[in-house]
């Protein structure tokens, strides 16, 4: 595995790019417009929203004591920690009780709060923004309905359990609604209520069994606002196609994650066309059976796709080739098989101008290793543990300038050490290892002046390797030569490298 890590390998760049971006839209929506200002400014609270917060704090526990400043003899409850006051009218307009104690760049220090959510808030009038988000509530209340100010409500990292009330449909100016988390285990049994917010935009699930919400796919393709779906360790039920529109799909959704989930094969063919809009779709780690349907002549705009750790097989269909604004394909950890020179060429439309990341590994592709010249703005590349073998062609890659990352280990490639010059200028990840390269390294290798990974190991390599060698290389952080019986490091002992050099083997 290449230096980048197992997590961002399945995850992919340019989705966790797209979603801070998506996620920073929602929060300027959210937060503008609420007026309220922080602890630091003294704004007359109104009585009765103060004996409702000090009535809330009652049903409270908290280990570090965080409610500390909520006190009765302190007339100021727009200055007590968690709380956001209106800047004219002193109504509490924010209550965001994050079970945070310290973020910093060193440390992250969490203290939960423990007990009950109590209906005390409902005197909070003007309340638009509540976040309990990282503590150890175990009931969503069915009150939480009645908070019709809400544009913002973040309950994630809890630990519910239960049926999600349907009540929350009556939140008609929510755009944020995060239900997500491990370690809880809600129930969906209808999701007719979604329907009725008409304004969200964003929207997670998190650990909830939908198999009693048969209408679960119905509602998202209707729903009239909704941008970013995310649904993570959820169940679902079948899903019968006919009960859905033949001719409707959604107009807003351009961001589906369903990773980590039991979803069952019905459905992945409806969900890859739920919207015409789609702009990131990821479905990693669902271990889901099944074909890739060829029908992404639907969701022209697609630019990341992310199938990581399922069991898909089969080919890559030509209207992938099709996606002109696809960046990421990430297609990992599957079974997919036949020649790989076919797959490519299934990827060679309007697509090959644009992708940027191309992710194929830990697959049964076979044949030689094709030509990816057409490939412009490809910076990695990454057909790891396949089948391929046969001689590596320099004319692979042309003259590349973009591509940083390659990585072909695990494979069977045979002959002489590749001599990858064009390469040399932009290259920071080389991973060869575990194939049946022979001969000495060339002089290529050790032009690379922006490597900071490399892997030749488990080859047939021959020859020695000295200080010289090393010296273009002032970026490296990890070598791993083992297992070539004839290439050895010789390096003195009073030698200074330019580079640290973290792992060496």
Request: with cysteine; aromatic share 10%; net charge negative.
């Given at each position: ?261 039991s979803l069952h094969p019905s459905a992945f063919p409806l969900l890859l066309s739920i919207s015409s809009n789609l702009v990131e779709l990821d479905f990693s780690y669902n271990g889901l059976l099944s074909w890739i349907p060829d029908s992404f002549d639907n969701t022209p705009y697609l630019e990341s796709i992310n199938f990581w750790q399922n069991d898909l097989q089969g080919g890559i269909p030509k209207s992938l080739g099709n996606l002109c604004s696809l960046k990421e394909l990430n297609l990992g950890d599957n ?171």
């Amino acid at each position: 595995m290449p230096l980048f890590s197992f997590f961002m390998k399945g995850r992919g760049t340019h989705f966790t790019f797209h979603l801070c971006l998506a996620l920073q839209f929602v929060l300027i929506v959210v937060t503008s417009g609420m007026g309220f200002k922080n602890q630091s400014v003294t704004v007359r609270c109104i009585a009765a929203e103060k004996r409702a917060l000090l009535d809330f704090k009652k049903g409270l526990i908290n280990d570090e004591n965080l409610l500390a400043s909520w006190a009765s003899e302190d007339g100021e409850c727009c200055k007590w920690k968690g709380v956001g006051c209106n800047n004219t009218t002193g109504n509490v307009v924010m209550l965001d009780l994050r079970a945070l104690v310290t973020d910093d760049a060193l440390s992250r220090s969490y203290s939960p709060i423990y007990g009950e959510i109590g209906s005390s808030l409902l005197e909070l009038k003007q309340l638009s923004h509540l976040d309990l988000s990282f503590n150890c509530f175990q009931k969503i209340p069915v009150f939480m309905g009645s908070l019709t100010e809400l544009t913002y409500l973040n309950l994630s990292s809890n630990s519910f359990t239960g049926v999600i009330p349907h009540q929350l449909g009556n939140l008609s100016r929510l755009l944020y609604l995060d239900l997500s988390g491990l370690d809880q285990s809600l129930i969906s049994d209808n999701l007719d209520w979604l329907s009725r917010l008409s304004s969200l935009k964003l929207l997670k699930f998190g650990s909830t069994n939908f198999t009693k919400a048969t209408n679960w796919l119905q509602v998202i393709q209707s729903h009239p606002s909704l941008s970013i779906l995310h649904f993570e360790f959820c169940q679902f039920p079948e899903v019968d196609p006919s009960s859905l529109s033949k001719t409707n799909s959604s107009n807003s959704l351009s961001v589906l994650h369903l990773t980590l989930s039991s979803l069952h094969p019905s459905a992945f063919p409806l969900l890859l066309s739920i919207s015409s809009n789609l702009v990131e779709l990821d479905f990693s780690y669902n271990g889901l059976l099944s074909w890739i349907p060829d029908s992404f002549d639907n969701t022209p705009y697609l630019e990341s796709i992310n199938f990581w750790q399922n069991d898909l097989q089969g080919g890559i269909p030509k209207s992938l080739g099709n996606l002109c604004s696809l960046k990421e394909l990430n297609l990992g950890d599957n079974k997919f098989s036949g020649a790989l020179t076919v797959a490519v060429k299934n990827l060679s439309g309007c697509a090959k101008d644009s992708l940027e990341i191309l992710m194929l590994g830990m697959n049964s592709f076979n044949g030689s290793l094709p030509s990816f010249q057409p490939f412009s703005s490809l910076r990695e590349l990454d057909v790891e543990y396949n089948r391929l073998s046969g001689h590596f062609q320099e004319d692979n890659f042309g003259n590349f300038s973009k591509l940083r990352v390659l990585d072909l280990k695990g494979n069977r490639f045979t002959g002489p050490f590749p001599n990858l010059s064009r390469l040399s200028a932009s290259l920071v990840e080389l991973s060869l290892g575990g194939n049946m390269f022979e001969g000495p390294l060339p002089v290529s290798i050790w032009n690379m002046s922006q490597l900071v990974h490399l892997d030749v190991s488990s080859n047939s390599l021959h020859g020695l390797i000295s200080e010289a060698h090393l010296f273009n290389l002032s970026k490296l952080r990890s070598l791993d030569i083992s297992y070539n019986p004839t290439l050895s490091l010789h390096l003195s002992s009073s030698w200074n490298p330019l580079f640290n050099l973290i792992t060496l083997i």
